[in-house]
């Protein structure tokens, strides 16, 4: 069985993504769950890039970062207010059925 990808919601995404996430059977932690609340960008990021979790993201200053180090294990974004919750869900499963980490790393996926 090939490699799966793994997420992290930052403090700016519903905590009822990863709820779902997880009941789907997607390995997710988030900014609550790793202690990372209140904590610049810069952590959040570095924390992904040490767990190897695609950030999910709806603040644009991650595509800034990931802009200057494509050394990343990706970012699935999406622009405040044009998602519903559901459309996000469905959009992380896709990336997730369809990408392996590989495929992945150092890209940005646009939701």
Excluded: W
């Amino acid at each position: 069985m090939s490699e799966k990808t793994k997420f992290h919601l930052d403090e700016s995404v519903d905590p009822d993504i990863a709820v779902a996430l997880i009941k789907y059977g997607i390995d997710v932690t988030t900014a609550k769950t790793e202690n990372l609340l209140g904590q610049s960008d810069e952590v959040q990021f570095a924390f992904c890039c040490q767990q190897q979790r695609v950030l999910i993201t709806q603040d644009s200053d991650f595509l800034i970062i990931a802009s200057q180090d494509f050394q990343h294990p990706g970012i699935v974004y999406y622009q405040p207010g044009t998602r519903s919750i559901g459309e996000i869900i469905r959009g992380v499963i896709l990336i997730y059925e369809a990408l392996s980490p590989d495929e992945m790393y150092g890209s940005v996926e646009y939701i």
